[in-house]
């Protein structure tokens, strides 16, 4: 019987469960947060200043299944300065990108300004204040997930992304998970 749990993966925090032993102690790891039974895997990742949802599971199946398919992923990103409605309008049709060296251009998406601040819980390391110049919030939905894809698209049309948050992946949501939580789930809902 597989059994599969959702996070809210901490800043700071690695999306995997062991590292090489040259960085071992240096980074904190998935399994610092809670008792994972043997052969649980993150389907999909969040880099290390990257927060929010995570989904495991013992099941390889189902992680290829929704890291290889056009499952939606959703992200709340706070920016540096505010986002113009143009800018927002090329980061739904698609922006040019490097991957791995590569010239890519982006799948066309769903891209919003959020009117009201997202209630998250305070971050670890503190973001730069007001007197830095003003933020704003956007949401990003994406069916792909090539490396640091987001922080590559909003700093593409000016606007670096200094918090990202993942709120959902397919139907699964974040919502009210405090940083570091962790509840097992019956299923995984796409």
Not at 21 to 35: N, S, V
Not at 56 to 80: F, H
Request: charged share 30%; aromatic share 8%; hydrophobic share 35%.
């Amino acid at each position: 019987m597989h059994r599969h749990f959702k996070i809210y993966k901490p800043f700071g925090f690695l999306s995997q469960f062991i590292t090489n032993q040259k960085t071992a102690g240096k980074f904190k790891l998935l399994g610092e947060l809670h008792d994972f039974p043997e052969g649980t895997m993150s389907i999909g990742r969040l880099d290390k200043d990257s927060e929010g949802l995570l989904l495991l599971t013992t099941n390889g199946k189902l992680s290829t299944k929704i890291t290889a398919g056009n499952s939606e992923k959703e992200y709340y990103v706070q920016l540096d300065g505010k986002i113009t409605r143009e800018a927002v309008n090329e980061l739904r049709t698609g922006v040019e990108i490097s991957i791995s060296g590569k010239k890519y251009m982006t799948r066309e998406c769903k891209a919003e300004i959020l009117e009201h601040i997202p209630n998250f819980p305070e971050r670890a390391k503190k973001i730069r204040d007001e007197r830095h110049g003003p933020t704003s919030w956007v949401s990003i939905t994406l069916t792909e997930g090539k490396f640091r894809q987001v922080k590559k698209m909003t700093a593409a049309v000016g606007y670096p992304t200094l918090r990202l948050v993942r709120v959902r992946i397919g139907k699964e949501l974040l919502g009210d998970l405090k940083a570091g939580e962790v509840i097992e789930i019956e299923k995984v809902d796409l």
